[in-house]
């Protein structure tokens, strides 16, 4: 029942060219750093990323990507990584995106075994019908992969679109608290991403701040059991300490009032 592996190098040694990576996080919230950096010095490359986002530029998964180590991503929001705009429109990186709330239930239905589920989001937009761009031909402009029309089915008058559950390989993700058999506690935006990726994960490995001795949780405030973990990596102090805020927002009162920087 002792899921806690000595290091991250150890934790991520065995994930092979290609493999499929739920990773969990939120902006630079909750993202398991460590195990990325990890990944990163092992050497894997062509993989297949699922994650709310994919990094900043230098920070996150977007340490993968500037190394050419991700080959596709599935994804809500892009807005914040250069690199990963200047790959996807030049044909180097083939991206799916997903609205945020269906992505969640994709993961969070993979993980609990429904293969599909019905959602209005996306109806009557290109998400149904099909031909958002997936890959971009080599050197950008026209598109190479388009994405397929989905089924729809009408409930009480009105269209729903067809979703599949996610499951993936490899789940990484990061949590406040957790035991030596897995359980899990996330703290405020952690919680966002993080237990979904968790539970989509075949083989799931998670970084914690605070290793905790089983049976120090408290069963009501477990946010993820130990059967969706199977391995628990404890960060140091240096580890733990290193969060970057994403957007810095200065404020400052003068007698004319307060200024934002």
Known sequence: ????????????????????????????SGVPE???????AQGAGGLRVVSNNC??????????????????????????????ARQYLSGELEVELVPQGTLAERLRAGGAGIPAFYTPAGVGTQVERGGLPWR????????????????????ADRRYVLEHGITTDYALVRAWRGDRHGNLR????????????????KVTVAEVE????????????????????????ALSAEERADKQIEHVRI?????????RT
């Open 251 to 259: 404020s400052a009162t003068s007698t004319r009032g307060t200024v």
């Open 186 to 201: 996330f703290r405020k935006a952690a919680g966002n991403f993080n237990p979904l990726a968790a539970m989509a994960g």
């Open 1 to 28: 029942m002792d899921k806690v592996i000595g290091s991250a190098v150890e934790a991520v040694a065995d994930i092979p060219d290609g493999a499929s990576l739920a990773v969990g996080g939120f902006g630079l």
């Open 55 to 84: 990094g900043v530029d230098g920070r996150g998964l977007g340490v993968l990507l500037a190394a050419g180590r991700i080959a596709r991503v599935t994804g809500s929001y892009v807005g914040e990584n250069k690199e990963f």
């Open 210 to 233: 605070e290793l905790a001795e089983p049976g120090e949780l408290d069963p009501d405030e477990i946010h993820l059991p130990g059967i969706y973990v199977q391995r628990v990596v």
């Open 136 to 155: 971009y031909a080599a050197g950008g402009g026209s598109v190479a992969v388009a994405s397929p029309a989905k089924e729809t089915r009408d409930f």
């Open 34 to 40: 460590v195990l990325i950096r990890a990944l990163y």
